[in-house]
């Protein structure tokens, strides 16, 4: 596609259920990064692929949040029993290669009520 | 671990030149980025730096890097009220490129007619 694509755009769940956020890179790109960005605040980041695998999942706050990249390009990122507190805009991005530019998508905002 | 502290907000004229500031903990960061962040819109890379130049310039941006001091800015010559915007300062650590970048909270810039 021409740019990063995430969908959905804007999500609500109720606190303890399941989402799944995802994110199509730009095509050909081998790296994928998820970051989280909560209101009045700068990204954070939380997981970097290279290909397939999780590079540096050192960002991902506990073991409710979990990420796969199964083919190497889509990723979907997991986030089980949900809390208030990860209500955030979870941003995506992809680059050629890890040292090269990264693309944002617009995010996913996720409001968990 | 990192930190990236930012001045959260600057009001300029039209016309005016603008200075965002930026200070890092990181003293191995090898690049420096200044990001910028339209309401409803993803993160786009303005500018960056390697961590062995102390200045670059692109059209109307200078960006100004003080590695002793671990201080970063940004100058914005002729600031257009299209540059209306919250502006990040990110760094990336040593050898890794665009990975695992640590974000300040954020810089707005209101640009007045």
């Known amino acids: 596609g021409a740019g990063v694509s995430q969908t959905p755009s804007n999500k609500v769940t109720e606190k303890g259920k399941y989402v799944e956020l995802r994110c199509d890179p730009i095509?050909?790109?081998?790296?994928l990064y998820w970051y989280r960005q909560s209101l009045g605040q700068g990204p954070e980041f939380l997981i970097y692929f290279q290909g397939t695998g999780a590079a540096d999942d050192s960002g991902l706050p506990n073991d409710r949040f979990f990420a796969v990249r199964p083919e190497g390009s889509v990723s979907t990122l997991k986030i089980q029993r949900t809390e208030r507190g990860d209500s955030a805009v979870y941003l995506c991005a992809s680059s050629l290669a890890s040292n090269t530019e990264a693309f944002f998508g617009q995010g996913t905002r996720l409001t968990v009520v | 671990g990192e930190d990236v502290e930012q001045s959260l907000f600057l009001s300029v004229r039209e016309g005016d030149s603008s200075v965002i500031n930026c200070t890092y903990t990181d003293s191995s960061s090898t690049y420096l980025y200044w990001y910028k962040q339209e309401p409803g819109a993803g993160l786009q890379l303005l500018t960056y730096?390697?961590?062995?130049?102390d200045m670059k310039q692109d059209q109307r941006l200078t960006v100004l890097l003080n590695k002793k001091d671990k201080h970063l800015s940004l100058r914005i010559a002729d600031t257009q009220t299209g540059d209306s915007a919250i502006y990040f300062c990110?760094?990336?650590?040593?050898?890794?490129?665009?990975?695992?970048?640590?974000f300040g909270k954020g810089t707005m810039l209101l640009v007045s007619p």
């Open positions: 095509s050909g790109h081998t790296a």
């Open positions: 990110a760094e990336s650590p040593p050898n890794s490129g665009y990975s695992s970048l640590t």
């Open positions: 730096i390697f961590s062995n130049m």
